[in-house]
């Protein structure tokens, strides 16, 4: 049923939720799991790249996430890198298709519909790029 999970993580709340998805998820048909964390940098004049965590932070979040699932017996491999602010949900889109997933499992902040429409949501987004399921969990 699924074979290949693309789970995007940050560093909200649900995080903890989506690994367990991700996890139950893969558990049931023996697949494997990619965690992938962009690292999101804004630009900013004058100023260049500004990044909203460090390389050591986001790699430290994906390999515990990796080991999480290891630990649990599914197979499980990470991806790190950087992206510019507003452009995560085109990645992970594009990260879905490269690596053939079955689906993408993320996590939602919980912002409200006026929220999200203002601030532009990552989940929103990748679930109307998306060509496969989206699990939004929240």
Do not use: C, F
Request: hydrophobic content about 45%.
């Amino acid at each position: 049923m699924y074979e290949k999970l693309l789970v995007a993580i940050d560093h909200s709340k649900a995080t903890e939720k989506v690994l367990a998805a991700a996890r139950d998820l893969a558990a049931l048909s023996g697949g494997e799991v990619w965690v992938l964390h962009l690292r999101e940098r804004e630009v900013m004049p004058r100023a260049g790249l500004i990044d909203s965590e460090s390389g050591d932070e986001a790699q430290a979040q994906v390999d515990a996430a990796v080991d999480e699932l290891t630990k649990a017996g599914v197979k499980a491999h990470g991806v790190m890198r950087s992206t510019i602010y507003g452009y995560a949900a085109r990645e992970i889109v594009d990260d879905a298709k490269n690596l053939d997933v079955s689906a993408i499992v993320m996590g939602s902040r919980g912002r409200g519909d006026l929220a999200g429409l203002v601030l532009g949501s990552t989940a929103h987004k990748v679930i109307h790029l998306a060509d496969r399921p989206v699990l939004v969990v929240r």
